[in-house]
């Protein structure tokens, strides 16, 4: 009788002593840990051993006698058996990681093919809700702008309408379809191919022309985008810190309900009433600032006690004002420092204060970026302590040493108060809002205190002799980044608060080249959205500034996400309100689409991004900034209003957060 065939297995005759018999030396196991002796021959174990993994016999017959060869696991040595348990774990742990993904991927195709069973194309139709009765299905429309060879990016590429407007109740009954693009695709709405097959629908009547570049319904596209980004806080992180909308969960930083305080004066802002009742509820019943936490004292000024002094100064509730003394006494131990330069983070319910624990140094930005907010505390309290502290750093940065121009480095440090790291000048990161609050204090103290005047005139100088350059091949203005003499082209998308800056500036008296180097800026800005796949600028670009080069703008890999940042929009909001100019609007509406159309999640919120290179999967960072709520959507809106008496420029200052606050009367100004 034949004895059963083991597929599975394959057997090995080991020839007798000294014919390359088994042996278990150190000597052998160094020479032969990756191969088995037979037959005189040297064959991979690896090929006896697979068999056991895909169950597929390696061979049936060995040498002409078709010997069965059996692989007994003792045979083998520790360090082979070790080696096959690690690579057998190591399969194990790999499909496990790849299984959700895999899985997804397979659902996201099964529900395309059911809802489109035709061909599917290269790329999915945009984000097209629907407008409140009645119904409009609009196009884009071109605008002129900028230098004849940078192209809008939605002509280069053919895309369709990008138009955003507000669900209906009905229309949130109808299938969707769900794609990782962020959007909910609405599979009763045509397609382009439909669209341009219909004569009908071929052009707009004067009535959509003026419908799509109006104001009203993209006012109410940013009351939509706001309140799909509350629904997913509210379900799924209510009183947190931040808004993880993939996973359907929250974020904490310092515990504060961080996106509901610094979403407080939008709600206002936007008019949605129900929102904003509902929030201040949980202000007054549940906030505390009672935690043993320690906050960064930067991000807790500009968001926390920014976000309740704007608030209490647009609803005139005495709730606010009593949260923002609470929040702004505890944190007031930073400043006791041999320096009087503030340390970055407090404990603001022990009441201690400490640098980082890697280094004694602060931001420069950080440092001289929460004027602003102590100032108006202290206006408003009539408790002189809390300006003089912010006062005392501001009088120490205007006479150190280190400055090119009137460019600051970006770290000062808390015990000698001098300038580390000198050399690096940059409007990016750690640097940036100080530039900004040198020309709002100067505003909001009345235009009565000239030096801040000064300092910001002398660094805008600066940055003209010293950071500004044109790219290649069509001469976008940027700002770029020194580091010992040594000029890189580097630009952060946080240097795009400049436009708005310069264009406020201009606005109240400063030279008119101020609104000229605006208006360059500004289109810069726009660019390094325009230029994007997905339309949404990534937070580093570089450019070309060698004759030659084909494109103005590279991005390396590592600098590819988006964070939903409020920058460019911040200054389209500016440069519109100050110029009337309808492009900086349109502009403006064409990143509110690709943010719906990349960002948003379906189920409620929006989330950063890891690659704006690549539309078909931009890669979800899986949280929704509290930014993204106090900013970006704010000045989306008060881009698309009509009404300049709202936050009107000559009686309110914006903060580094986006939170208005007045402009002191005269008699308020110390």
Known sequence: MQPPSYQDYVSVDFPGAGGGSYNNNKHWRRQSCWRGHLSGSSVPIFSSLLPLLTRQPTFKSFNATSISLLLKWKQLS??????????????????????????????????????????????LPPFQPVHHPPPVQLKKIPNKRGPPALQNRSQRKGNTSETVSEDTPADKDRPKVISWHGAVIDTELDTEDTKA???????????????????????????????????????????????RPISKSYSEWFGLGLTLIDALDTMWILGLKDEFEEA????????????????????????????????????????????????????????NTPSKIPYSDVNIGKGTAHPPRWTSDSTVAEVTSIQLEFRELSRLTQDPQYQNAVGEVMKQVNKLSGKLDGLVPMFINTNSGQFTHLGVFTLGARADSYYEYLLKQWLQGGKKEPQFLEDYL??????????????????????????????????????????????????????PEHMDLAKELMETCYQMYAQMETGLSPEIVYFNTHQGSTRDI??????????????????????????????????????????????????????????????????????????????????????????????????????????????WPPSGSA
């Open 554 to 663: 590279d991005v390396k890999l590592a600098d590819r996400h988006n964070l939903l940042r409020p920058e460019t929009v911040e200054s389209l909001f500016y440069l519109h309100r100050l110029t009337k100019e309808q492009k900086y609007r349109d502009w403006g509406w064409e990143i509110l689409q690709s943010f719906n159309k990349h960002t948003k999640v379906p189920s409620g919120g929006y989330t950063s991004i890891n690659n704006v290179r690549d539309p078909e999967y931009p890669s979800p960072r899986d949280k929704m900034e509290s930014f993204f709520l106090g900013e970006t959507l704010k000045y989306f809106y008060l881009l698309f209003s009509d009404d300049s008496s709202l936050i009107s420029l000559d009686e309110y200052v914006f903060n580094t957060e986006a939170h208005p606050l007045p402009v």
């Open 280 to 335: 201040k509820a949980w202000v007054a019943t549940e906030l505390t600032f009672n935690k043993n936490v320690d906050v960064n004292l930067f991000e807790s000024t500009i968001r926390i006690l920014g976000g309740l002094l704007s608030t209490y100064h647009l609803t005139g509730d005495a709730l606010f004002l009593d949260k923002a003394k609470d929040i702004g006494s505890r944190l007031m131990p930073a400043f």
């Open 458 to 511: 002398q660094a805008i100088e600066g940055v003209k002799k010293n950071l500004l350059q044109k790219s290649s091949p069509t001469g976008l203005t940027f700002v770029g980044e020194l580091s010992n003499g040594q000029f890189s082209p580097k630009m952060d998308h946080l240097v795009c608060f400049l436009p708005g800056t310069l264009a406020l500036g201009a606005h109240n008296g400063l030279p």
């Open 197 to 243: 097959g219909r004569n009908e629908e071929d052009s707009l009547s004067n009535q959509e022309v003026k419908l799509a570049k109006g104001s009203g319904a993209r006012l109410e596209a940013v009351r939509d985008a706001f309140r799909h980004a509350w629904k997913g806080y509210k379900d799924y992180a209510w009183g947190h810190d931040e808004l």
């Open 78 to 123: 520790q360090l082979q058996r070790s080696l096959i348990l690690f690579i057998l774990a190591l399969l194990f742990i790999c499909g496990i990681a790849s299984f959700p993904t895999f899985n997804e991927h397979l659902r996201g195709l099964s529900e395309d093919r059911a809802t489109n069973p035709g061909p599917v194309g290269p790329e």
